[in-house]
């Protein structure tokens, strides 16, 4: 896809967007520090932290996953081909920069079906001259339909890195975000990787609460899932130490000082060996 294309697309149907209502794309922009939202969705998050502040380290945990896992996957496990899967809002480090700073024959598919990103996709489009990085307009829930758009820049005959940051959470029911995952992982050679960061359903009102307004809000509601349900999504795979974990204790850069965030997203990478 090109950058006028992008664009053109995103023109067509920016019309769509309803700024009458918080959106999590925007809202997650927002909690980063970012400037691609709306009033509706500054006041949302603010609505959130001020229940539960924690919400913030959860972002930027979820976005340290994300650099530290693609990083791992291009340079450990010798990953040359991403799918990016509810990618959000362009920001620092998106997978393409993170994976193609180690290898910059890389090349990366994203995949998203919210307007705002469709328009802001020129910004996920740039690539080393050696990779390659492509914009598939899709919704989650068609993962044959995603396979065939990524046949388009990916050789699915060869190993894929397989992400969700964030996102598995929108789809409430377990046995079609299970299907979801499993069904764009059989769709992939062996040799490829599946790597998660998502919302825990920890034992702590504040959160608990503060998802439940959010959810009422009129924003599309996000299901936390406890360890077991998560830990479903990585069946029939190996997971790769130091397991399904909170974020920051996955493969941290640094040794941990002090106390960790007591409510984290849990992180995990597992391969596909057959």
Same mark, same amino acid.
């Given at each position: 896809?090109?950058?006028?294309y @992008?664009?053109?697309?995103?023109?067509?149907?920016?019309?769509?967007?309803?700024?009458?209502?918080?959106?999590?794309?925007?809202?997650?922009?927002?909690?980063?520090?970012?400037? =691609?939202?709306?009033?509706?969705?500054?006041?949302?998050?603010?609505?959130?932290?001020?229940?539960?502040?924690?919400?913030?380290?959860?972002?930027?945990?979820?976005?340290?996953?994300?650099?530290?896992?693609?990083?791992?996957?291009?340079e450990?496990?010798?990953?040359?081909?991403?799918?990016?899967?509810?990618?959000?809002?362009?920001?620092?480090?998106?997978?393409?920069e993170?994976?193609?700073?180690v290898a910059? =024959?890389?090349?990366? %598919?994203?995949?998203?079906?919210?307007?705002?990103?469709?328009?802001?996709?020129?910004?996920?489009?740039?690539?080393?001259?050696?990779?390659?990085?492509?914009?598939i307009?899709?919704?989650?829930?068609?993962?044959?339909?995603?396979?065939?758009?990524?046949?388009? +820049?990916?050789?699915?005959?060869?190993?894929v890195?397989?992400?969700?940051?964030?996102?598995?959470?929108?789809? +409430?029911?377990?046995?079609?975000?299970?299907?979801? %995952? @499993?069904?764009?992982?059989?769709?992939?050679?062996?040799?490829?990787?599946?790597?998660?960061?998502?919302?825990?359903? %920890?034992?702590?009102?504040?959160?608990?609460?503060?998802?439940?307004?959010?959810?009422?809000?009129?924003?599309?509601?996000?299901?936390?899932?406890?360890?077991?349900?998560?830990?479903?999504?990585?069946?029939?795979?190996?997971?790769?130490?130091?397991?399904? %974990?909170?974020?920051?204790?996955?493969?941290?850069?640094?040794?941990?000082?002090?106390?960790?965030?007591?409510?984290?997203?849990?992180?995990?990478? @597992? @391969?596909?060996?057959?």
């Amino acid at each position: 896809m090109t950058d006028d294309y @992008a664009w053109q697309k995103a023109e067509n149907e920016l019309t769509e967007i309803d700024t009458s209502v918080p959106h999590s794309a925007r809202i997650w922009n927002y909690w980063l520090g970012g400037k =691609d939202n709306f009033p509706v969705d500054r006041v949302a998050g603010d609505l959130y932290v001020q229940t539960f502040p924690g919400i913030l380290d959860i972002a930027r945990l979820t976005r340290g996953f994300l650099k530290r896992s693609v990083r791992f996957l291009a340079e450990e496990a010798g990953i040359r081909q991403f799918l990016d899967v509810g990618t959000g809002l362009p920001t620092v480090d998106n997978t393409h920069e993170v994976a193609q700073r180690v290898a910059p =024959d890389a090349r990366i %598919v994203y995949v998203d079906n919210d307007p705002l990103v469709l328009a802001h996709a020129h910004a996920l489009l740039t690539s080393t001259p050696e990779g390659a990085t492509d914009y598939i307009d899709a919704d989650m829930r068609r993962p044959d339909a995603i396979l065939t758009a990524a046949a388009r +820049t990916l050789d699915l005959d060869r190993p894929v890195g397989l992400t969700f940051m964030g996102v598995l959470g929108h789809i +409430t029911d377990d046995d079609e975000a299970r299907s979801i %995952v @499993a069904t764009l992982m059989e769709g992939l050679a062996p040799g490829s990787h599946l790597a998660i960061c998502d919302g825990y359903d %920890v034992l702590s009102p504040e959160f608990l609460k503060a998802q439940q307004n959010y959810d009422d809000g009129g924003a599309v509601p996000y299901k936390l899932r406890d360890r077991e349900q998560l830990e479903s999504f990585f069946t029939g795979l190996e997971l790769l130490p130091p397991g399904l %974990v909170p974020a920051s204790q996955w493969r941290p850069e640094t040794e941990l000082i002090g106390p960790q965030p007591q409510v984290q997203p849990l992180g995990g990478i @597992a @391969a596909k060996n057959g």
